[in-house]
């Protein structure tokens, strides 16, 4: 695979957290590259190092060793400013736990990435509510929200800058069975226009992708 | 939505929180207000009074003392110097550099004429001047007025209106050797515990006439209008520019009181500095504990693109709000509570000082600013991985 074709390379990556005076290996050697467009779940038990290798892609972290390209761009020892910047034009993300911030409205949640990029046309807004399904719950504050509707805000606030990369962390491990398989749809429908990476303890729900990356103590066990 | 509208918002949803914070700031800001707003209806109060004091300078002819000294035995003293100042000079102190301040030239002439069978001290005076000088005499009757010798007007001291039976209206004849002069009452002043009390006040020309003074005046009471100026200043000037004329200046009982003033308002002003700062503190903490209530926000904000600089800007402004909002509120409480203090401490009554308002409500704003540099110290070292891990 040639790196124009890959949105997110790997290579030989590792992550090493100081816990006390002990020092933890959570990611070891990982090699790996996702193709633009294409919907990868990553699935692994606890502790397996998964969220850690989202945060890794997602620039919210960076690697010990080794080194990430995100869109033929080596992220590797770039500074924090720079990571900032880089995010906010290519990563979305989604968590389990939504994350959305209480004292805002669905539409002002969704506006939040636009605003810290000082964008004052805020069309995306309206149209990521609607690419979501929920335009007339715009007004709503997250706690009159149910739990798929907060999920859906929650893409629509990871897809308003239109990112190249979406990166779902347990998507649905707070939602009941059919709400996940909507959301699953959902992020589905999504692939293509955009590479979708969900990490995921189920394999059902991870069936919907176009390929699964098994991580197991810190490594790759596909 | 701009980034300042995400910070109403929340402070909207956390206000009754952060009323600590702002109670702070209004403490701090109502205590400097109160200080500043009554310590300066104070000053002013104690610069009214002594205008009331009249004059503040008193100008008169140099006097030389030389003593007499025979061997090891004193002789007592002789005085030497000229013991008038002509009148025709008097104009010529409006052309000192600080003339503009001052508001009184009053010349007085003493002397000692004969009413009846007794002795009288009498002084001549420039009634207008004098009248500006004395605006705190009650006279029962009217102040005399300026005519000539044909209608001279007299005004009597109170020790001397009753053993003598001169009430308003009374005529009488003032006799100096060959010399003498009709003259009516027309008021008698009430007792000021002053010298006045047993004078007979006449105008000066008359007073001239009857000692045989013309043209001269004994000396020169001069009221320099003093919130600021330097009558010191203003003595050393006037005896420059004439020499052989001596000014002292009657501004040391202000000055003393003054100095107790200006002591009580470092005091109290070092008490609301410090109050301010026990402020900014009160402020930090509260704003520390805003922002370990937000780590889950802030960290959501960094994962979505909030650069570093958006979230130290987000509580820099939430500072500023509070230091704002704290700091008009405590202009309003401090202007109340000078209004309250200054008439019981000082019988001053203050006005709102609205030119302090922009001044106070900045130092607050920064005193908010200022307390949300840890705060922002510790946002920035927010983990976002590690934070939407944890929650």
């Keep these: 695979m040639s790196d124009d074709k890959m949105m997110i390379r790997v290579q030989g990556a590792a992550k090493r957290y100081l816990v006390g005076t002990v020092e933890v290996e959570v990611l070891r050697d990982i090699n790996m590259g996702i193709r633009e467009g294409e919907f990868v779940s990553v699935m692994g038990q606890s502790g397996s190092g998964k969220t850690t290798l989202m945060n890794l892609i997602g620039m919210l972290d960076s690697p010990s060793d080794g080194n990430i390209f995100i869109d033929g761009v080596d992220i590797t020892g770039k500074s924090q400013k720079e990571l900032v910047g880089l995010r906010r034009r290519t990563v979305g993300f989604v968590f389990q736990q939504f994350h959305l911030i209480p004292s805002l409205t669905a539409y002002e949640n969704v506006a939040l990435p636009l605003v810290f990029a000082g964008e004052k046309d805020q069309r995306a807004v309206t149209d990521a509510l609607e690419r979501v399904g929920l335009s007339h719950r715009r007004e709503h504050k997250p706690a009159e929200l149910s739990g798929g509707e907060q999920q859906r805000v929650a893409i629509a606030r990871a897809i308003v800058m239109k990112p190249k990369i979406l990166l779902a962390d347990e998507p649905t491990g707070a939602l009941d069975a059919t709400t996940g398989s909507m959301i699953i749809s959902l992020l589905r429908s999504m692939a293509g226009e955009m590479t979708v990476v969900m990490v995921t303890h189920n394999r059902e729900l991870a069936l919907h992708s176009d390929r699964i990356v098994n991580l197991k103590d810190g490594n790759i066990a596909e | ?391």
């Design chain 2, 1 to 391: 939505m701009h980034l300042h509208s995400l910070v109403l918002k929340d402070i909207s949803r956390r206000k009754t929180k952060l009323l600590v914070a702002v109670l702070g700031v209004v403490v701090a800001s109502a205590a400097i207000v109160a200080v500043v707003t009554t310590f300066s209806a104070a000053t002013g109060s104690l610069y009214e009074e002594s205008n009331n004091f009249g004059a503040n300078i008193i100008v008169r002819p140099e006097v030389r003392t030389i003593p007499l000294v025979t061997g090891s035995t004193s002789m007592g003293s002789l005085f030497t110097g000229e013991n008038y100042i002509e009148e025709s000079e008097i104009a010529n102190i409006y052309t000192i550099m600080h003339s503009s301040k001052l508001s009184v030239v009053a010349p007085r002439l003493y002397g000692v004429a004969e009413l009846g069978n007794s002795s009288v001290v009498i002084m001549g005076v420039d009634p207008e001047q004098e009248r500006n000088l004395k605006s705190w005499w009650n006279v029962k009757g009217n102040w005399i007025s300026s005519e000539g010798l044909m209608h001279t007007e007299v005004m009597v001291g109170s020790d001397i209106a009753t053993p003598m039976g001169l009430t308003e209206g009374s005529f009488i004849t003032l006799r100096n050797g060959n010399t003498s002069i009709d003259a009516r009452v027309t008021g008698v002043i009430e007792s000021t515990g002053g010298s006045e009390d047993a004078y007979l006040i006449l105008p000066l020309v008359a007073s001239q006439h009857l000692l045989g003074r013309e043209g001269k005046v004994s000396s020169l009471e001069v009221r320099a209008l003093c919130n600021t100026c330097p009558v010191e200043e203003i003595s050393m000037e006037i005896e420059e520019k004439f020499p052989g004329l001596e000014a002292r200046s009657m501004s040391q009982i202000v000055r003393n009181e003054l100095a107790m003033v200006e002591h009580t308002r470092s005091s109290a002003m070092a008490v609301s500095i410090i109050t301010l700062l026990v402020s900014t503190l009160t402020v930090a903490s509260t704003m520390l504990a805003s922002v370990n209530e937000k780590l889950k926000e802030i960290g959501i904000m960094r994962a979505v693109g909030a650069s570093d600089f958006q979230v130290v800007s987000m509580l820099f402004f939430e500072g500023a709000i509070i230091g704002a909002v704290g700091g008009i509120i405590g202009f309003i409480v401090g202007t109340i509570a000078s209004s309250i203090a200054a008439p019981l401490l000082f019988q001053a009554t203050p006005s709102p000082m609205w030119e302090i308002l922009l001044p106070v409500t900045g130092i607050c704003v920064l005193t908010g600013m200022l307390a949300s540099v840890l705060p922002a110290k510790k946002a920035l070292g927010i983990d976002p991985a590690e934070v939407l891990r944890s929650v």
